[in-house]
């Protein structure tokens, strides 16, 4: 008898354990359940439905912009840096970029430099945008950026000078690929997007926020979409008027252009191609329903102006070429070129010798009616 009542005590017990058991499994499932819910909540409930982007495209289409970058600078650090930031030139250049036709430039901002001077880099913003809106210039500012042409981390101080002969040689990335996927930087990573985007999310001088270039490029990967979901929430929580996007850049069938285009407000995309596929990429973003712009185009090897920009305006995209001036980033030069390598007779981007003097004449009338063309 005693023995039997142990048994059955002990059988109790076991099924009292798996039944707490279970319960406590079901607990975690539901726990882990509402952390998916409220990222997805915070980066995509937020999103902006189709007609709310579409009210604020038809206000502030056509977009006719380039990506800056002054003469003097070879990389984001030179541009922003309390040293080297330099008013003069950025007047000057935008000045140009008003009498080419473009009404708007996407401009790189770095980890770093907030890190080391964060009242000062939104004083330099501040004094930036205040040069662009007088050239009547409205700005896309970017937060992240995973392109490492130079080979090294984000650092602070003077910069390495321009290899002769190479594209972009001194490009480094931000905030820098060991800081992508070390969650014990995410906290200051999260003060730094919400102190920009918080600080100018009313100013109208703001067009949009392009929140992260290029992400997985410098074979990232997919490692970096934690940080472009965590980016998109951070922003969203700070409420601002413009809208968000991440341009989908890569032709991998990964799965990241698509979360990107479902995280983004406005489809954005960077289009490096022949005319063939380029018009399938513009059929593909514009198929989505959304407003949609190309934020980064132009490399003359394979496509000129006059190969894109009526398929453009046929369907409404607004675009960025890279870039405006030929400056410390050598980007005339074509990727891949090496040291010594001479300045080839067809620039690979840039519209502007360094003293103002347009490259091709014709590109410049082109983009000075493109607007025009958009109205037809």
């Known amino acids: ?28 499932g539901l726990f882990a359940l509402a952390l998916i819910s409220t990222r997805t909540c915070l980066a995509e409930d ?10 604020w495209y038809n ?12 003469r003097t600078a070879v990389n984001m650090t030179e541009m922003w840096q309390r040293e080297s930031f330099d008013p003069t030139v950025i007047d000057q250049e935008l000045g140009w970029a008003r009498k080419v036709g473009f009404n708007s430039v996407r401009v790189f901002l770095p980890y770093v430099v907030w890190k080391d001077d964060p009242k000062g880099l939104k004083k330099r913003i501040d004094r930036f945008l205040e040069i662009a809106n007088r050239h009547q210039i409205r700005t896309m500012l970017i937060l992240f950026c995973d392109c490492a042409f130079a080979g090294k981390e984000p650092y602070l101080g003077r910069q390495a000078a321009p290899v002769p002969g190479v594209h972009n040689s001194g490009w480094v990335p931000s905030p820098g690929l060991t800081l992508v996927t070390d969650r014990n930087v995410w906290p200051d990573l999260e003060k ?3 102190d920009i985007v918080g600080t100018f999310r009313q100013d109208d001088r703001v067009l949009i926020w392009d929140l992260y270039n290029e992400p997985g490029n410098s074979n990232m990967e997919l490692k970096s979409l934690p940080l472009v979901e965590a980016t998109f929430a ?17 032709n991998r069938t990964d799965g990241m252009s698509e979360r990107l285009v479902e995280l983004s407000d406005v489809v954005s995309f960077h289009a490096y191609n022949r005319p063939a596929d380029m018009k399938k990429k513009v059929a593909h973003f514009t198929s989505l329903g959304r407003p949609t712009i190309c934020t980064e185009c132009l490399i003359r090897p394979a496509g000129r102006f006059e190969d894109f920009l009526p398929l453009f305006a046929q369907h409404k995209v607004s675009w960025y070429n890279w870039g405006l001036v030929a400056g410390r980033t050598q980007t005339y030069m074509p990727w891949g070129s090496k040291k010594g390598t001479p300045v080839p ?32």
């Open 192 to 194: 730094y997007v919400k």
């Open 59 to 70: 206000k502030v289409s056509p977009i006719v912009g380039c990506n800056y970058l002054p």
């Open 46 to 55: 937020a999103r902006w439905s189709k007609e709310k982007a579409w009210n």
């Open 234 to 250: 951070w922003a969203r929580q700070v409420a601002p008027q413009q809208p968000l996007t991440v341009g989908a850049w890569s």
């Open 345 to 376: 007779d067809v620039w690979q981007h840039d519209v502007l010798h360094a003293n103002g003097q347009p490259y091709d004449p014709k590109e410049i009338e082109l983009i000075r009616n493109f607007s025009k063309s958009w109205k037809k």
């Open 1 to 28: 008898m005693i023995l039997m009542l142990h048994l059955q005590s002990k059988r109790f017990e076991m099924s009292t354990f798996r039944r707490h058991w279970r319960f406590a499994l079901m607990r975690v």
